[in-house]
């Protein structure tokens, strides 16, 4: 008999509502239905992967589904660009909405009928106060509101200025259609809410149609119901709305009742999550672009080499709680190598050359040595890699006066070379200003496999690339975009905490052949340097350029450490 797995996590916040209101029959067709419902005005970035794995997690959890509803209400600042970019990073991530992609701007027409309702039943009302007098009548979290000189304006009067704002009749700013709750309410957001404001823009989807736009707060909980959703999960900042949420879904015409919760946004430390920030650097040229590999948007991480399956590791060890937090950017790479770890192809690649010469090896002699694609992953195979008498190896793997405990190569010092010979170094070239050119050494050709007869034992194992059998190609070695923990937490800039060395490129570094081979989406470790991938963007068959995605372990902790912070 087959033991059933019993799950061990216990569940968290949203998981114990679900499985209650499933319980109780609380769930229409007991199918539940959450949505991600970003505003296309820019690209999504690390916190937006929570929501999505927040949503799209509990649908299939619960075998209900979840919609793709982009947020379309501000045509001012949404694109189509950044329509697209969304859907294909929420696809990389794993993720389908099936056929249910929706906008916003699919519901104008229902939420203008629900508009015109709440005039003629009086519950809403035109109001020409200018966005300060608004702000001045609103009142604060300590006073009540003052009601608006508008706010009894005859409902035939209303339709009548609504019509005209509907048809392009006043300039911006002119009249907003107001919702009539209560302005002495406790919750400003019940202080009359704005329902719809006059704005002259080309919308992405409705194009000139309209030039009144509905608000969020009317548009969303509406969307919502239209489109049966049970729960409606978002960030802990729109709790303050929640009565809104909850006045709107109730309106006579609506006849299904979605309910909001929230929970706590994802920070990370080092990161910025704010898409008109993280607009402001594209804007003005601190990175190349949304994907930049530095940025902390999902197409910036993928092109840096992130994996998808990481950053879900990654959400779901972060948890969802209702308690604001800075999770620790170490822990994010943490993931990232775990995942790589077990799936990178190696390779060898030596990015700061220098030349070593086998003065005892044959000069057109050519061995080929299997090299492990991945000790980690027994079905992984090998691969050739080529040996011959010209080799290039680290500069840091060799020097010429050894410090104390170092065990790589140095006159007289034998090492290995992975996969290969040992060798053992002799003399130096030098330049006319005393820097080395080249090494040279002889090899042991009993030692051919990485052993001996005489089993002596080496300290030191190098990786190499032969000087002729050899790709040359671009890598570019990527760091943490800010230096600071808390960007702008200092002077109030944010600018001011860009680290100047996060990128650093090697125009020529060495990559053993197979290196060719790797395309975009490959995972790759240059053994002992790092994950790398080949950038999805600049790299030719040509020019191939290879992105680091995350050293080996995590020396920023390590430095942090010793410094004693
Ligand atoms: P930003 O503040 O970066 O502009 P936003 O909240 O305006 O983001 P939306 O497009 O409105 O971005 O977000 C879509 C969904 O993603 C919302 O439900 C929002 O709550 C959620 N979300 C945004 N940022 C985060 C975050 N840092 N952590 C978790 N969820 C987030
Ligand atoms: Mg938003």
Known sequence: ??????????????????????????????????????????????????????NFGLAEKYKGRCHLRLDDTNPAKEDMEYINSIKEDIKWLGFDWGKHEYYASDYYDQLYEIALDLIRKGKAYVDSLT??????YRGTL??????????????????????????????????????????????????????????????????????????????HPISDAIEGITHSICTLEFEDHRPAYDWATSIDNIDHTPHQYEFARLNINYCLMSKR????????????????????????????????????DFI?????????????????????REDLNKRAKRLMAVLDPIKLIIDNYPEDKVEYFKAENNPEDPNSGTHDVAFTKELYIEKEDFMEIPVKGYHRLYPGNEIRLKYAYYVKATTVDKDENGNIVAVHC????????????????????????????????????????????????????YLDDL?????????????????????????LQFIRNGYYCVDNK?????????????????????MKAKMGL
């Open 1 to 54: 008999m087959e033991e059933e797995v019993k799950e061990t996590k216990p569940l968290n916040f949203l998981e114990k509502i679900i499985e209650d209101d499933l319980a109780a029959g609380r769930v229409p067709n007991n199918t539940i239905v959450t949505r991600f419902p970003p505003e296309p005005n820019g690209y999504l970035h690390i916190g937006h992967i929570k929501s999505i794995c927040i």
């Open 142 to 219: 300590t006073e009540p509101g003052k009601n608006s000189p508008d706010r009894d304006r005859p409902i035939e009067e209303n339709m009548d200025l609504f019509l005209r704002m509907k048809n392009g009749e006043f300039p911006e700013g002119k009249y907003t259609l107001r919702a009539k709750i209560d302005m002495a309410s406790p919750n400003i957001n019940l202080r009359d809410p704005a329902l719809y404001r006059i704005k002259f823009a080309e919308h992405p989807r409705t194009g000139n149609k309209w030039c009144i736009y509905p608000m969020y707060d009317f548009t």
């Open 499 to 523: 680290n100047p060395d996060s990128l650093i490129v090697i125009p020529k570094a060495y990559i053993e052949l197979e290196g060719k081979k790797s395309r975009p989406g490959e995972y």
């Open 538 to 558: 600049d790299s030719t068959d040509d020019h191939m350029v290879f992105n680091r995605t995350v050293t080996l372990k995590d020396s920023w902790s390590k």
């Open 131 to 136: 966005p300060e007098e608004m702000k001045e």
């Open 277 to 312: 920030k993280l607009l402001y650097l594209v804007n003005n040229k601190f990175v190349t672009g949304w994907d930049d590999p530095r940025m902390p948007t999902i197409s910036g991480i993928r092109r840096r080499g992130y994996s998808p399956e990481s950053m879900k």
């Open 442 to 493: 002889t090899y042991d050709p009993e030692s051919r496999g990485g052993t001996t007869p005489d089993g002596r034992k080496v300290k030191g194992t190098s990786h190499w690339v032969s000087a002729d059998h050899v790709l040359e190609a671009e890598v570019r070695q990527y760091d943490k975009l800010f230096k600071a923990e808390n960007p702008g937490g200092a002077t109030g800039n």
């Open 316 to 336: 779901s060890r972060v948890g969802v709680a209702k308690v604001e937090g800075v999770v620790d950017y170490s822990l994010m790479e943490f993931c990232v």
